[in-house]
Every structure is written in structure tokens, then in C-alpha cells.
């Protein structure tokens, strides 16, 4: 077989891509190790006002492997999603960034944002681990933020309208993430309990030349606008498309031309020397 690898090699595929069955069944079982270990760390990435100010984090996993490194989120969590870890993992993530908000806005970051999966949307217990994790950290109502992708509703769109209200009578915001790379239509826009319109990076990118991108982003700030939600412009790289979505009133934005993702120690450092 053209594709298996030699021993001792180890070589990571995009998950999407082109893994073998075996490969997956390996990153399953080191995924499930890494659980057992708890080899997850949360990074956070800064959110950032049209003035530059930051006022949320956004908290991202990394599968910190013994000898690999950080893994990124993009090369595990599809398979995790597939493999109902996501659940554990999500939890963990969860209670983590509820654990380190105290931190966050001792420095002034008042708001952290955690991405769930639509597996978890759909587990029984999910209400009950949320509201579990908003009690022992104490988060007060806008304090959390619930980021969702519209791929959410594909499954059984009713429950996951209900789950959606029953977080914002937590008092937890509902961002619609990745928007506009979905399978919805926009007839869900009508329904969805969101405030938050989180752009995708690809149609940031290179906003100030490229105008296509430019004209769906303007399009999507105004319909944000009129329907009452704020908009996150994602992957902000460049000062020129930053400049870009501030003449065209963006409420936030992120991306490396502000911060990476850091740990919350270098997070902290970073907020401090700003
Ligand atoms: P996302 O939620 O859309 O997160 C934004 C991604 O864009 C992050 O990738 C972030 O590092 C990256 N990014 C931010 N600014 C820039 C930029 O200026 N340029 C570029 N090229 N990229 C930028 P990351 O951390 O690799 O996460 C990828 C995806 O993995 C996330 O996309 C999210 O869908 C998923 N993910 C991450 N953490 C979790 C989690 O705890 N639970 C779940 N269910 N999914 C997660
Ligand atoms: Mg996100
Ligand atoms: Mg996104
Ligand atoms: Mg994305």
C-alpha cells in the first residue's frame, strides 16, 4: 500500500484529507491517551475593538504531544468530532476558560469565547455541564461566549434553537462563527438568538484590493447591522485590511495582526507590555 509509512515515521496528514484507517485509528487511541493525560492546553487570542482595545480572548486548544509538540486544533478536533471525544475535550475546555476568566479580567479582558462542537449541542447533559461550569467559576451573564458554526442547525434544527435560547438564559452570548462557509441558508439568520457574526478569515483577506471578499464583508456588516448583531472580523493580517474594515464600521476584530494565540501567561505578559 502506496500510503503506509515506514515505522518510526510519523507523518500528519490534514484530517480531511487523507487518513488512512489505520492513522486514524493511531491518532484516535494517542487522542484518547492524551485525554487520560490531559495533554490540552488552552491558548487565548485576543478580540479587539474598532480602537484597538482588547475586549475579549477567544480560547483555543492545543494537544500539547510529548514529542510532537503543539498539535493544532485543525489536525484533531475533525476526528474528535467523529469520534465523540470532542465531548470530553470540549468540557475541558470549557471549564478551563471559565477557570482562567478571573485572570483574564483582573487584565481587563472581560469576556471569553469558547467554540463548541455540534455534538455537544446535541448530548443530554450538555445544559447541565454548562451551567455547572458558569456556577463553580462564577461567570456573570456576558461574561461567556457561546461560539457556534450555522452547521449547528443541519441535524435537527429545533433542538438546537432551544439549546441556544436555554444558554441565553444563562446570561452566555451566541456568535455565529466561520459565517458564510456553512451548508445554511440565510433563512436560519431569522432564527438563530445570535449577537455575534463572526466573518470568516477568507473573506477578510486581503478585503483592501480583493473586492469581492470586500463586497460580501460590506454586505454582511450592514445585514449584521440592521438585524441587530455585532460582527468579529476573523484573520486580520494586515494593517491595510484593518484600516479597510474600520472605514466600513466593523465592531471587532482579530487576528495576528493584533495577537496570535498564546498561552494565558504570555497572553497576560503581552496585555501588560501593550
Ligand atoms: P475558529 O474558531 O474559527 O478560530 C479561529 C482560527 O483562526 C484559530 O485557529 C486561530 O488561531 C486562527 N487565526 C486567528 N487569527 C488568524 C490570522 O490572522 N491568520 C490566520 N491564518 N489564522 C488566524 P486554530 O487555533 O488553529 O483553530 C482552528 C479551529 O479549530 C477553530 O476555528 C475552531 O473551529 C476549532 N477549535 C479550536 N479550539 C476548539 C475547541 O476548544 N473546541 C472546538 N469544538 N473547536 C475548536
Ligand atoms: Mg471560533
Ligand atoms: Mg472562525
Ligand atoms: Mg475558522
Known amino acids: 500500500e502506496a500510503k503506509r509509512l515506514g515505522s518510526g515515521t510519523y507523518q500528519w496528514f490534514s484530517p480531511e484529507l487523507d487518513l488512512g484507517t489505520q492513522q486514524q485509528l493511531t491518532l484516535r487511541t494517542q487522542l484518547q491517551e492524551a485525554i487520560?493525560?490531559?495533554?490540552?492546553?488552552?491558548?487565548?487570542q485576543p478580540i479587539v475593538n474598532n480602537v484597538g482595545a482588547v475586549v475579549a480572548a477567544e480560547a483555543l486548544v492545543r494537544w500539547k504531544h510529548p514529542e510532537q509538540g503543539y498539535i493544532s486544533p485543525v489536525e484533531f478536533i475533525p476526528l474528535a468530532e467523529r469520534t465523540g471525544q470532542i465531548v470530553t475535550i470540549g468540557r475541558w475546555v470549557l471549564e478551563q476558560a471559565c477557570r482562567d476568566l478571573s485572570q483574564l479580567r483582573e487584565h481587563g479582558v472581560g469576556q471569553v469565547s469558547v467554540n463548541f462542537s455540534p455534538m455537544q449541542f446535541y448530548r443530554d447533559d450538555f445544559l447541565s455541564s454548562v451551567e455547572q461550569a458558569v456556577r463553580a467559576y462564577g461567570v456573570k451573564p456576558g461574561q461567556l461566549v457561546a461560539e457556534i458554526t450555522e452547521n449547528v442547525l443541519l441535524r435537527d434544527t429545533t433542538a438546537s434553537l432551544a439549546m441556544m435560547h436555554k444558554l441565553r438564559d444563562l446570561g452566555i452570548e451566541i456568535a455565529l462563527d466561520d459565517f458564510g462557509t456553512g451548508f445554511a441558508s440565510l433563512s436560519y439568520l431569522?432564527?438563530?438568538p445570535a449577537q455575534k457574526l463572526k466573518i470568516d478569515r477568507i473573506f477578510v483577506q486581503d478585503i483592501h484590493i480583493n473586492s469581492?471578499?470586500?463586497?460580501?464583508?460590506?454586505?454582511?456588516?450592514?445585514?449584521a447591522a440592521e438585524l441587530g448583531m455585532t460582527v468579529v472580523a476573523e484573520g486580520v493580517e494586515t494593517s491595510d485590511e484593518r484600516d479597510y474594515l474600520n472605514n466600513y464600521a466593523c465592531d471587532f476584530m482579530q487576528g495576528y495582526l493584533f495577537c496570535k494565540p498564546l498561552p494565558i501567561a504570555e497572553l497576560i505578559d503581552w496585555l501588560n507590555h501593550k
Open 36 to 44: 487520560t493525560k490531559q495533554q490540552f492546553e488552552v491558548f487565548y
Open 190 to 192: 431569522n432564527m438563530i
Open 212 to 223: 469581492r471578499n470586500a463586497a460580501i464583508t460590506r454586505g454582511v456588516l450592514t445585514m
